[in-house]
Nanobody, 126 residues
Framework: QVQLVESGGGLVQPGGSLRLSCATS????????IGWFRQAPGKEREGVSC????????DYGDFVKGRFTISRDNAKNTVYLQMNNLKPEDTAIYYC???????????????????WGQGTQVTVSS
């Protein structure tokens, strides 16, 4: 069955870095775009980044401002999110998700994603 498993979260000081991984199984990753989303307590889930099935198209939330980089390694069935210069407001549960429909572009519309991981907690605090 389709599975996405996030890892790499944790506690980091402001200004620090983390690399999140999204390990996928049960489907051919190279046919699908993948997105990263986050949800903080009391807030709606928001798009962090997405990458198209080929990797040629990538997008980021406005709040990222050059701090995060998304990448994919189809041979390893894994998508990564490198997060640098983390801020306390980045604290949230981070989820990866598969974009439905084998589309070629990249969009961070929550309703367009059909399978989700369980999430990994990222806490930025001194």
């Amino acid at each position: 069955q389709v599975q996405l498993v996030e890892s790499g979260g944790g506690l980091v000081q402001p200004g620090g870095s983390l690399r999140l991984s999204c390990a996928t199984s049960g489907f051919a990753l190279d046919y699908y775009g993948i997105g990263w989303f986050r949800q903080a307590p009391g807030k709606e889930r928001e798009g962090v980044s997405c990458i198209s099935r080929s990797g040629a198209s990538r997008d980021y939330g406005d709040f990222v401002k050059g701090r995060f980089t998304i990448s994919r390694d189809n041979a390893k069935n894994t998508v990564y999110l490198q997060m640098n210069n983390l801020k306390p407001e980045d604290t949230a549960i981070y989820y990866c998700a598969r974009r439905a429909g084998r589309r070629y572009d990249c969009r961070m519309t929550v309703d367009e994603y059909d399978y989700w991981g369980q999430g990994t907690q990222v806490t930025v605090s001194s």
